[in-house]
Structures are given as C-alpha cells and as structure tokens.
C-alpha cells in the first residue's frame, strides 16, 4: 500500500476534526456551533496537529517537502502557476467577505436558574426561601382525595394564566412563545423544575421577570409578576400542577 | 433556515402523509373518558360543555362537545358531523392559530381514538353513523394558470373576497360573528400558520368544499348557493389560496435586527417609495401584552414588519401590519364591521433613553426605575380628529410622562390598504434634550420593541399587542475599505509566493555555476 504523504494526512486530520465538530454540534446537540468558538478549538487543534507532525526534524521535512517540491521544482511550472494564481484570489475573497460587517446582535449572556436570594419579599411579606414549603404538599400523603382536587384547581389556575406562553402541555411551546426572547421555560426538561425546590418556584412566580438579580437580565424576561394576579394559595396550587402533570418530584433539604 | 423549516414541513407532511391510519380504529371511551380528565378538561370542561376559566380568555373559545358542532371536517358537505378520522386529526395535530394543541406527542394513535370515542359521547353522537371522506375528483397541480383561474374565481361577484379581502388579509366588509355569538375573524389568507388544518392545497379544497360549520364560512360545494363551486374549480381556488402564503413578511428567527440603510439626502415620505424596498424588512411576532394590569388575552395581529433608513440629520421607519380593519371612530362603515365600540387603531415603538453600555437595558414593558424609555406613539384619528403620533417618556406602567411630539419634531403618517397599515414614523437624529431623548448613533446597537393597537378588537391602553427586545442598527457607511484590504492581503500573498520561487531559482542558479 502507498503510504499518504504526510501533508495529506495532517489536512485529512483537521479536515476531519472540523467535520466532527460540526456533526456533533448540528446533529446531536441541535445547536449550530458559534462561529468564535469554532475558530477556537480549529486553533488548537491546528497547533497540536502541526506539533505532532513536526516532532522529528525528518517528519518535518517530509510535511513541509510537497510544498517546497511545489514552489521550487521546476518541472512543476504548470500547476505552480495555478497555485499562484488562485491562492492569492481565495486569500482577497476571504479578506473581503470578513471585513463585510455582519450586523448581527449582539451576544447576550443569561444564566436561567440564578441563585436565589435568602429571603424574599412579595405579598407584603418576608418569606424566609430557607425554611419555606408548600403548605398543600402534605396532603399527598393525608389525604389523596382532596391533593387531587387541589391539583385540578392548580390546572384551572395554570390554563387560564400560564398556558399562553410555557404550552397546555408544560413544554414551552405556547401560542405565544415564539413572540418571546427569552423562550419561556419547558417544565418537562429534566433541567428545570425537576431539579428546584418549590420555594424557589415560588419566588420565580410571585415576582416573576422583574424580580431576578441581573446575571439572569430582568429587563427582558417577559415572565409576570404573578403576585399582582395571583394568590398566595393559588400559587402553591399551580406548582403543585407542575410536578403532578410532569411527574417530577420537587427538591427538597433533606434529600440533599 | 428558512430552508430548514421547509425541509422540516416537508419531512413532516411525508411523515405524517405517510403514518396517518387509513382508516379509524374503534376506541375504548373508558380509557378516552381517563386521558380527557387528565389532559382536556382545563379548557373543554369535565362535562364537555366548554364552561371553564380559561374559556373567556380565548377567541377563539374551546369547542363545546355537547354541540357536536365541529370546525374541520372532510365529510361531504351535507353530512353533519365530522367522521372519527377527522376528529383523530384535529386532536393529533392541533388547531394552528388556536389554543388547541396537538397532541401526537403525548398521547398514542390508540390514545387519540379513545379520546375520539370518549368526547362523541357528550353529544350523543356514539350511535351515529359517520359519513365517509368527500369526493376529491381529479386534484389539478399547481400552475401558473390554474392560479390565475383561481384568482379570477376568488374575486368572482365577490365570492371570497368579500370576506377574506380583495389580497386575502381577511379584511371583511361586513360584521362576522360565529354561531355562538362569537367574533370571527375570517382568516388572513397570506399567514398560512394560522390555518386550523393547513394550507395544503387539499385541505383548502376540503374547507371551501364544506365550509368551516359554526362560522360565517360557506360551503362552496352546496348547489343551491349561487356561488357554487365545481370540484374543477375548487382545486383552482384552492392553488390559488396556497399561493397567497408566499410573502416576504414572514418572521425568520434568527433575523433580530432591524437594520437601517443610509440615504444621501431627504427621506421618503411615501411608503411606496422604491427606497423602502430596497431595505431589507425584519418581521417579528406580536404577542398580547399579559404582563401588566389589565391583561389582553384575545388579540388579531400577530405580526409586524419594520425597515428602517437614516441620513445625517433624520432617522425613519416604515412599519407594516395587517389589521383586518380600519378602525376610524366616528366612521360608519368602520363602526357596523365592529362591535359597537371602536377605538383608533394604532402603532408604536418603544426605544431607551440612553443606548446601553453593557448588557443592561431597561424593562422591556415602559422601562424601569433606573433605565427610562422613550416611546413614539402614532393613531389613526376619528372621523374629527386626524391622525396623531404622542411621545411619551416611561419609567414603568405608572410613571408616564406625557411629551410634546412636535417640539422634537417627531412626525408619523398612516396610510391604510387591503387590510395593511403602513406607518412612516421620523425623527432628526438627535434630540432637544439630552436628558429624555435618544441619540440615534450610527453602528450602535440599539434596542427597539414594537406595540400595535387594533381598535375594533376592543384594544386601548393596556389591551394591545406587543414584542420583545429587538435591536436596530444603523448601519454605519463601510465605503471602500473591504475592496482595499482584500485587494491588498491578495498582492501580499502573491508578492510572497513570487518572492519565494523566485530566490529558490536563483540559488539554484547560483548553485548550477
């Protein structure tokens, strides 16, 4: 077997490298990889396989040979006026097409669970997030019956208020969530409610957008400042709504 | 991505094409009657009659099974009822344009028949012998002709137009309310998302063939309606109709930018001027503003367009949404399309005072305590009053501050069409006072949310619709300075190779001596 010339073989790697980085992230992931941190892994991964393939002074000379073969040998004349001509060309084009602005947006970062405050004031209230606990959730153990009932009543509360943006079916994807930036959150995630504890919901709801510290942007947070239409009582319901209809199971201290 | 989605739609329709049963299974109204509580009863009610909480908070409402009153059927046009495989697909894959949602992802093919079998029930309507799938004829492809025949057929003695509009924006001439009592919109035929089934051209030909029961939409296959249809004729319509969706004012989501050309001299006053055109529009969607008291729940627009130019002085921007109607108080005609009371329809854009530093911007609802907005607001006057724009200066929903609109010379004009507003609004770049106006810098981004009034929708004040943050960009002259660095990174490469080869030919020459 012809063995491939070592410059191949180090395109080939990178080559492939890229390729998998953007399967990965396309296809797997679902997201489209941001170009900055594409160009940033491309330039390590470039470092490393250069440092690999030059570790000898004869495995350097061997990468570097077609190349210096292509640009000093004279027998080579037709193909080097080729190169000549073209890589000039794709290096202008390239040059062009990057200083062209791309007028896109800005990147805004956004941490989505914020560390909540120890305490919290809503409904003319302190509430202590430490010790606070749904006072419904009792009854799931007591009295089955009327925990239904009240999961019935947090559905009513969650339909008529909440199902416009975060989806009758708890995935945030209601009618109007395409309108919104943030997206509103998706309950059956794994990542969301099934890893908070309902004081935390708690807070979220009762002071909703406007109530978050600003590593988590407020100002664009369309969430309600649900304490304004809501009971206190109705609030605890609709969270019960929310681990009922998922069947997430809320977090609570003394698991942790 | 545009590309995407079609890719997805298509991907979908095939897939969907391809899994939908052919014919209905029976199902088990036991185990229906189990899934209904757990998934159906918030808006259609444990007895089915629709009498729920979240009912009042949606145009349109849950439908009331005990009527056995269905939208979407593709039964012939004189049976009643829909048949157990049009109720499978309604339930399957939801009502666009509605609450109602599809369920496919939930629930099994079996699960949805149970359902199918359980809600039957509510109107007795288990015993019912349910009719067939209609007669579809010979489906005639999409051309460019059979369009054109459609189109003419559409206008026809006013066949369709008169309700959908003479460019299908749904701009009725005449009040509409459904069976119920209810307001109907007829559908804006340019935004296929909203259609209950799909705008498909099959789907079309089964609603015009059926009508939509309940609403003010005919069935055009009755031979006793003298706008009667033949089958030929509907699959004309129908191309027709499916060809209304292809607009360039679609909302694409990776567009957030609305980006503003530089112009040389005045800027148009008219919104046909061809400079608009040449702007690239950006399209967002319209939600009902639910944030603050009182909340809007049952809006009519959902979207808006924006382009924006600048000069060196003065900065405009056209901005488009389709309103069904043209609400004018005092206008008669305006006045009978409506419920009895009507506002003036309106638009406005809401921008910080200070373009922000970081990441900070103020609350995208009026603005907060320490980040003020400014927001321009334009109507559409009453048959006594023109057409007005107000500026307001916001803190949040209670701290407003009324401002003279003409002392900034702000100026705003609206010009109504086939059921579209188009609004230039224009403002000199800077403003008077450094303190409560906007510098309109080139090249920053800056940030920029829409509002949008439908006066006969019963939208005033608070009841209206809105967006999110977006950003505008005045885009900043770039003149030469790509060609240049292109043209010079180019020469520098070629300058090198050139150096290269030629120093290793003339130490070969040296070397051969």
Known sequence: MRKIPRLLQAVLVIGFVYAAFVVVFDVFLEQVIPASLLTMYMFFVIAGVFMVFTFTEESTRELVAPIKALVEDPSRKAIRNIVFAVLPLAVAAYTYFSTLPSYQAPVELRSIHPAPPSTVRAFEKRYDLLTLENPFRKYEKEDPEKFKQLVVEGGNVYTSNCQFCHGDKLDGKGPYAQGLNPVPLNFQDVGTIAQLQESFLFWRIATGGPGLPKEATPWSSSMPVWQKFLTEDEIWKVILYLYDYTGHQPRSWQHD | ?513
């Open chain 2, 1 to 513: 991505m545009i590309e995407k989605r079609n890719l997805f739609i298509l991907v979908v329709t095939l897939w969907t094409g391809f899994v939908a049963p052919a014919a209905a299974k029976s199902g088990d109204p036991d185990a229906g009657a189990e899934i209904y509580t757990q998934f159906c009863i918030h808006c259609h009610g444990e007895e089915g009659d629709a009498v729920t909480e979240t009912a009042d908070r949606l145009n349109p409402p849950p439908r009331d099974f005990t009527t056995a009153q269905y939208k979407i059927k593709a039964t012939d046009f004189e049976d009643d009822f829909p048949n157990d495989l049009d109720l499978f697909r309604m339930i399957r894959d939801g009502m666009p344009g509605s609450a109602m949602p599809g369920w496919s992802d939930v629930l099994s093919d079996q699960q949805i028949f149970d359902l199918v079998a359980y809600i039957k029930i509510f109107a007795g309507l288990e015993e019912e012998e349910l009719g067939p799938s209609m007669e579809y004829g010979e489906q005639i492809a999409i051309s460019a002709e059979s369009i054109e025949q459609g189109k003419r057929l559409f206008h026809e003695g006013d066949r369709c137009s008169e309700c959908h509009g003479k460019e299908g924006r749904g701009d009725a001439i005449k009040g509409l309310k459904d069976d119920a009592g209810f307001r109907t919109w007829p559908r804006n035929l340019t935004k296929p998302w909203n259609f209950r089934a799909s705008n498909d051209p099959k789907d079309i030909f089964t609603r015009i063939s059926t009508g939509i029961p309940g609403t003010q939409m005919p069935a055009f296959a009755d031979p006793t309606s003298d706008k009667q249809l033949t089958a030929e004729e509907r699959w004309h319509v129908a191309n027709y109709v499916n060809s209304l969706a292809k607009t360039e004012r679609v909302v694409r989501p990776e567009n957030t930018v609305v980006k503003a050309d530089h112009v040389n001299g005045e800027l148009p006053d008219a919104v046909d001027d061809p400079l608009w055109e040449k702007t690239e529009p950006s399209t967002f969607f319209l939600v009902p503003q639910l944030i603050g008291e009182e909340r809007f729940f049952t809006p009519s627009n959902d979207t808006i367009t924006a382009r924006a130019l600048y000069s060196d002085t003065e900065f405009a921007i056209l901005l488009e949404w389709d309103d069904r109607t043209k609400s004018i108080p005092g206008d008669e005609t305006a006045e009978k399309i409506s419920d009895p009371e009507i506002a003036e329809d309106g638009v406005a854009i809401q921008l910080p005072v200070k373009i922000p530093e970081g990441s900070e911007k103020p609350y995208f609802g009026m603005g907060d305590a320490t980040n003020p907005v400014t927001i321009w607001h334009w109507k559409s006057g009453t048959t006594d009053t023109p057409q007005s724009v107000n500026l307001i200066n916001a803190t949040g929903f209670e701290n407003i501050e009324q401002r003279d609109a003409a002392s900034l010379s702000i100026t705003a004009q609206g010009f109504y069409q086939d059921g579209t507003w188009r609004v230039i609004m224009k403002r000199p770049r800077s403003g008077v006072d450094k303190e409560k106006d906007i510098e309109l810098i080139e090249g920053k981004a800056i940030p920029i949310a829409f509002a949008a009034w439908d006066g006969s929708n019963s939208e005033q004040g608070s009841r209206h619709t809105m967006t999110a943050w977006y950003w505008l960009l005045l885009k900043p002259d770039i003149g030469a300075r790509p060609i240049v660095s292109a043209a010079f990174a180019g020469f520098l490469v070629f300058g090198v190779l050139l150096w290269w080869q030629r120093s290793a030919s003339s130490k070969r020459a040296t070397k051969d001596v």
